[in-house]
Nanobody, 116 residues
């Protein structure tokens, strides 16, 4: 199983970024996927999750109305569109594939920095 995140970067408050997680090594369309983030000095937290077919989505209260999770099962890819970014969104963002053959898998993360 391999998860590779991309799309992070440095943006100003109010800006947007689109994160991408490319998955391989498992039947992507059979599993829910999620995005987590970890800010400096803080615990890793769940940001958003989507079920295998995309029919059910969860967002943390802190990102509701600003972030959108989506997936393309033909491309084995999950996305996180982030709008109206705030300095408190600064973190390393991780893609997670939960319970794949009984194990959780994580990508290496992509850094998002929001600063003026």
């Amino acid at each position: 199983v391999q998860l590779v995140e991309s799309g992070g970067g440095l943006v100003q408050p109010g800006g947007s970024l689109r994160l991408t997680c490319a998955a391989s090594g498992f039947t992507f369309s059979s599993y829910a996927m999620s995005w987590y983030r970890q800010a400096p000095g803080k615990e890793r937290e769940l940001v958003a999750a989507v079920t295998s077919a995309g029919g059910s989505i969860y967002y943390a209260d802190s990102v509701k109305g600003r972030f959108t999770i989506s997936r393309d099962n033909d491309k084995n890819t999950v996305y996180l569109q982030m709008n109206s970014l705030k300095p408190e969104d600064t973190a390393v963002y991780y893609c997670k594939a939960p319970k794949v053959r009984g194990m959780d898998y994580w990508g290496k993360g992509t850094l998002v920095t929001i600063t003026s």
